[in-house]
């Protein structure tokens, strides 16, 4: 049973809809594992991402491009096998979805048949919106995402906060509303100015997910690793760590060397 919620039904795009209607936050985290999915569905977050953040956490690359469709799919159904209740969606990686709707259309039914994932992520606006409504089209979930993308990150060259300029925000508030309209249940924006998300999230009827992007949006994401306090290596204004695993395991592994070198461990009662 959840250790927040009574309802275990299965999160749907509709009954995150409803969330947003009724006023409930949605909880979201990332996860790329079956053990960590097991451990993150059954306390009873909302939505799980199997995102692409993969590249930089599990695999140690400095930015997401890396990251292949074959790659997402053995995370995404490593995922999938581990969630009863969560709303899983998986990122398309970079170069997946990115100006031929039919190509990008046989990606997504890739990802979502070898997955089984209830929904996909994918960043990006105006500029793919063809791409996204022939997925949805298709009867495929699409969440979007929009203002810092890491899959752009080389054309930005800064991880900075996004849309800080009048002509860079009504073009998010565009692609917002754009995104709505083509089918998307729901967007992801990053780092951009909270008072910028309030508007979003006000004039739009879909949940939006904030990342480093203030209190107003319907429901937060952080990177599992990040938030647990595993990786010390990245610290944004927008993290709040709820643990410090790095140093427990490290004690925990510096333990086990040390039982074993004075042979201590195995000990006659851990012996057949």
Request: glycine share 8%.
């Amino acid at each position: 049973m959840s250790t927040y919620t009574e309802d275990n039904r299965k999160v749907t795009t509709s009954r995150l809809i409803e969330m947003k209607q009724r006023g409930e936050k949605i909880s979201m985290l990332t996860a790329y594992d079956y053990s960590m999915a097991s451990i993150i569905d059954q306390a009873g977050m909302d939505v799980i991402l199997v995102g692409d953040s993969a590249s930089n956490v599990m695999v140690g690359n400095i930015t997401t491009l890396p990251m292949t469709l074959n790659q997402m799919i053995y995370h995404g159904r490593s995922v999938t096998n581990a969630v009863k209740r969560a709303l899983v969606a998986v990122d398309m990686p970079f170069g997946t979805v990115s100006g031929d709707p039919l190509k990008s259309l046989d990606a997504a039914i890739r990802m979502m048949k070898e997955t089984g994932a209830d929904a996909l992520k994918i960043e990006g606006g105006e500029e793919i919106a063809a791409d996204i409504k022939k997925i949805i089209d298709a009867g495929i979930p699409v969440m979007g995402h929009l203002g810092l993308m890491p899959q752009s990150i080389n054309k930005y060259g800064t991880y900075a906060v996004r849309a800080k300029d009048d002509a860079e925000a009504d073009k998010l508030v565009k692609d917002a509303l754009l995104l709505q309209q083509i089918g998307c249940f729901g967007i992801v924006l990053e780092k951009i100015p909270s008072e910028l998300t309030k508007k979003i999230a006000e004039q739009l009827t879909i949940p939006i997910i904030g990342i480093g992007a203030g209190p107003h949006a319907d429901g937060q994401v952080l990177v599992v690793h990040d938030m647990l306090g595993i990786n010390k290596s990245f610290s944004p204004k927008f993290l709040r760590r709820y643990a410090d695993l790095h140093t427990v395991m490290t004690e925990a592994v510096q333990g086990y060397i040390r039982d074993v070198k004075s042979a201590d461990f195995p000990n006659e009662k851990e012996s057949y």
